[in-house]
């Protein structure tokens, strides 16, 4: 069931349809996208328009962000969007025209646990705490139980907020969220944390994914060495003069990488201020380069004996062996992308890191040259 909602001063139904197909996909650390298409003469369909919502299943909530038209012996309508999570990327992280203390000038700075930061920076970019025209209506924020590093922090000036906030909570294996609540009128922002679910806790009930289980139809499995990098030239990037620049060189591994092996990369690097500068160097250094290791990734065809959100959901840390190529590894589940066509769904669900496109590769390597 799709229903579609408004977004003026509350939540306001406008219609439903059954008639929809298509894809739509929960994702942990960053928007999931959808896709639907329609009949155009199905109800409602002429009212799926541009930063419309779209409820499904009574309990994904997307924005609608584009839609085409088409004629002939379909006459479908075919709209696409992102999770609630995507209006975090049309704000910026803008530096406060005054700070307090010792704070860094030209930054928005924030201490104290991983989720406490995170949803602080939700607070002052497009919540209660930010300019009135900045804020999206209804949107609060939950309530902070101060998971994560206990003593993290960010310094951030003109980024994007979804990227801060993926890149902070990757490093404490917590995702993004935004929800509805119809009957309140209101959205909810909140993290997602890793549940262990390995075959070897004894915490929480193991999921252990195999085909001889028959718990899952097919397996894709990638590793992908191309972006890791191990040894890391990181300059400060509140340096004056090149010359005076702050430059230190660390290492992913305990000794240092030599030969073929070696893997180098130039990393500039927002130091907040500190009573030693190179511990605050190395520490902001380190959380930089858990962006550059090799990616290990997953997809699989989930069997339909296991319910989505009820026996497995993103979030899920899980063993997942791969008996013909060998593979025993304990992976988490990233998103989960619920694939509707006219006969039946079926869940596909992709575990650590998602391949990275050629765009993605251009992107890093831009920023290792250029900084």
């Not at 289980?213 to 499995?221: A, G, K, T, V, W």
Request: charged fraction near 30%; hydrophobic fraction near 30%; proline fraction near 4%.
């Amino acid at each position: 069931m799709f229903e579609l909602s408004n977004t003026q001063a509350s939540i306001r139904r406008i219609g439903l349809t059954n008639l929809a197909t298509g894809h739509y996909s929960d994702s942990k650390y960053e928007p999931g996208k959808f896709e639907l298409s329609m009949p155009s003469a199905a109800p409602f369909a002429l009212e799926f328009t541009e930063d419309r919502l779209v409820l499904i299943d009574r309990w994904y909530w997307g924005v609608i962000t584009g839609r085409s038209l088409g004629e002939g012996a379909d006459n479908l309508i075919t709209i696409a969007g992102s999770q609630l999570t995507d209006w975090l990327h049309r704000r910026q992280i803008v530096p406060p025209v005054a700070v307090e203390g010792d704070a860094p000038r030209g930054y928005d700075s924030c201490s104290g646990s991983t989720e406490y930061i995170m949803k602080q920076a939700v607070r002052r970019h497009i919540g209660d705490q930010a300019a009135e025209a900045r804020q999206v209506f209804g949107l609060t924020v939950a309530e902070n139980f101060d998971r994560g590093n206990p003593d993290d922090a960010y310094l951030y000036r003109y980024a994007y907020l979804d990227e801060a906030l993926i890149e902070i909570g990757k490093r404490e294996n917590m995702g993004i969220k935004i929800t509805g609540d119809e009957l309140r009128c209101r959205f909810t922002f909140d993290v997602i944390p890793r549940r262990d679910r390995t075959i070897n806790q004894t915490i929480n009930n193991p999921l252990v994914l195999q085909m001889s289980r028959h718990n899952m139809e097919s397996l894709d499995y990638t590793q992908d060495a191309s972006p890791g990098r191990n040894v890391f030239y990181c300059t400060r990037s509140d340096s004056a003069e090149v010359w005076e620049k702050f430059t230190q060189t660390y290492y992913s591994t305990e000794e240092e990488p030599t030969g073929y092996r070696r893997r180098e990369c130039g990393l500039s690097v927002s130091v907040p201020e500190s009573e030693n500068p190179y511990t605050a160097m190395e520490e902001a250094s380190r959380k930089e380069m858990e962006g550059y290791k090799p990616t290990e990734s997953a997809s699989c065809v989930m069997s339909r004996r296991l319910e989505f959100r009820k026996d497995y959901q993103i979030g899920d840390y899980c063993t997942l062996q791969a008996e013909a190529l060998d593979v025993l590894q304990d992976m988490e589940i990233v998103a989960v992308d619920t694939v509707v066509s006219e006969t039946s769904t079926n869940y596909v669900a992709t575990f650590g890191e998602s391949k990275p496109t050629r765009f993605d590769k251009i992107q890093k390597e831009t920023r290792e040259r250029y900084g």
